[in-house]
């Protein structure tokens, strides 16, 4: 098995047996040995029989498909292009990417798919650091270009998970991943609104979603937060927006969500101001220190986390704003921000010097009766005080 990647030092790391993804245990690159071969190579592509990419799909600034990583992906294998080669997409794209985008690329290298190379759609299904599931147990969907590129995709899967899901075409596996985060971003939308909407009613919306999901049926619990992050779930809703356009169709119901969850960041940073107000101190010049900046616990991905917005919000206020997280000492470069802070530690004097501590990301490493005993004012986005009755003035919902 070869790696490609235009990263050299992420090849180096790999070659030498380490992981650059704290969540991913470097002993899975080692266990492997020589049966991986990290390079950035790319002519060695015309010696593989499969070819799996797993490349970005992010927005540009106008919230539109950026499909440069996979058109030039595209572009690079048809160079290399070979008969009887297997191309699999993986990363997420609105339908029609792999037959209408990819494979006329790919057959200007003079070779036809289905006939001399097999062409696929395979979408890639991943919980970062859940340990109930791994790409071996989670059912995989195939969708092929032709039967015969279905069959031989089915089979290249079939020795690695444990289950195959075929489907009749490369849209429908397209379609499916869509459908999967579309569920996610449009229900966390949903509790999000009603989170708002509660606060101003002074119902506490995680006691009622947790009264509500005692229910054995019809019901599924999503919960509130600071807004959606991560590399999917902020990001694939608009792939399907934007095809939808091509069809005179306009998908109201998902630009709400994404309107919602996308004004989250704004919500907290009003709440954090009426949070310091009440203590009679202004936002301007306020000591604020986030906890947690990657978007989800636990791990060390900052791609789309609100957490990253809510802080450039702050600052444009006028605070100082500095963060803790135990999974990202020094914060990397990103093409949306130009912060270059330094996890700051967490300990009793270093809690007890901020106006405001705002809970963006509930990592385990987070003890809530330390941060409830020695913090002035808390910000909670994540529900987790949960036990804070008799400190409500100390600790706020947002």
């Not at 991986?36 to 919230?63: G, H, Q």
């Not at 489907?167 to 609104?193: G, H, P, Q």
């Not at 934007?242 to 919602?260: D, H, N, P």
Request: proline fraction near 6%; charge should be neutral; hydrophobic fraction near 35%.
């Amino acid at each position: 098995m070869t790696g490609f990647d235009i990263d050299p030092e992420k090849v180096k790391l790999l070659s030498q047996g380490k992981s650059y993804i704290k969540h991913i245990d470097s002993s899975r690159i080692t266990d492997a040995g020589s049966r991986f071969t990290p390079t950035t190579d790319f002519s060695k592509l015309s010696a593989m029989d499969c070819i799996i990419i797993c490349v970005p799909t992010p927005l540009n600034k106008y919230r539109e498909p950026d499909m440069s990583y996979v058109f030039n992906t595209t572009k690079t294998i048809a160079g290399n292009l070979r008969k009887g080669q297997l191309i699999v997409l993986e990363s997420t794209t609105y339908p029609g990417t792999t037959d209408e985008d990819m494979r006329p690329i790919l057959e200007e290298s003079g070779l036809k798919a289905g006939e001399d190379f097999y062409l696929a759609f395979s979408p890639e299904r991943e919980d970062p650091n859940n340990k109930g599931f791994s790409t071996r147990t989670i059912p995989k969907v195939v969708g092929g270009y032709t039967d015969n590129c279905l069959t031989v995709a089915q089979a290249l899967y079939d020795s690695v998970v444990v289950k195959t899901v075929p489907v009749s075409s490369t849209r429908v596996a397209e379609a499916t991943k869509l459908l999967e985060n579309i569920y996610r971003s449009v229900n966390i939308a949903l509790v999000n609104e009603l989170k708002m909407l509660f606060d101003r009613m002074g119902i506490d919306v995680w006691e009622v979603i947790e009264a509500a999901k005692t229910k054995p049926f019809g019901f599924q619990a999503f919960y509130p937060g600071p807004g959606l992050g991560g590399h999917c779930i902020p990001i694939d809703p608009f792939y399907l927006t934007w095809k939808a356009r091509e069809y005179e169709f306009s998908t109201r119901f998902i630009e709400l969500a994404g309107e919602i969850n996308t004004n989250m960041p704004y919500y907290v940073v009003q709440k954090t101001v009426e949070a310091l107000n009440e203590k009679g101190k202004s936002i301007k010049g306020a000591k604020i220190l986030i906890l947690g900046l990657s978007y989800k616990k636990d791990i060390d991905d900052t791609r789309e986390s609100p957490s990253l917005k809510i802080m450039e919000l702050l600052v444009e206020k006028n605070a100082h704003v500095d963060y803790n997280d135990p999974y990202i000492p020094v914060l990397p470069k990103m093409r949306k921000y130009t912060f270059n802070n330094s996890s700051v530690p967490l300990h009793a004097e270093t809690l007890a010097k901020y106006d405001a501590v705002l809970i963006a990301t509930e990592h385990s490493d987070y003890d809530p009766e330390f941060i409830l005993k020695n913090a002035k004012l808390i910000v909670d986005t994540r529900n987790l005080i949960k036990n804070h009755t008799n400190h409500s003035d100390k600790v706020k919902r947002a």
